[in-house]
């Protein structure tokens, strides 16, 4: 399928009032910050041996787990579920890699980075707008629009 199905795929979803991309957005960038704080309490523990951190770890992986579900519909896929955490995780990771880069002068290379960063996220909300559709991502010639490119329009951080 061509990203022109996919975007007309995309827009048949928005219109059917199923998953509001724009409304999830803030949400989407919430939990992957609950996964980095479960990381962050994770090495704090291994650093301190203090057992706070494993309390903590405990209590924002149960919020994460309960606004995940807000955005990943449980059904009998708990790869999605997986997929769905580690492609916000990983998306987040490349994100902050990019800031360094940025801030150390490597525009280049943060910009590399960026653009993996912002695939990963749209290939998140690809997994997730419509699985009855069975969206085939990236099909097409290489000179085809990315993923990215393909739910941007979708995610307008400024639309209230």
Known sequence: MKIKNFIKKVDEVKNKDS????????LSI???N?????EHCFFSYVKTQDDKFLKMLESVRELRKKLLALIVKKDD????WCMS?????????LYEVANRLLHEKKEKEAKEMYKDAAELYGLFWALNIDSKNKIKLKE???KSKS????????????ME
């Open 140 to 142: 097409g010639s290489k």
């Open 30 to 32: 919430a939990l992957m």
């Open 77 to 80: 896929d708990s790869e999605k």
């Open 85 to 93: 955490k580690h492609f916000l995780a990983s998306s987040m990771r």
């Open 147 to 158: 993923i990215f490119a393909s739910v941007k329009k979708l995610l307008e951080c400024c």
């Open 19 to 26: 998953l509001d991309i724009s409304a999830w957005e803030d």
């Open 34 to 38: 609950l996964v980095g704080l479960e």
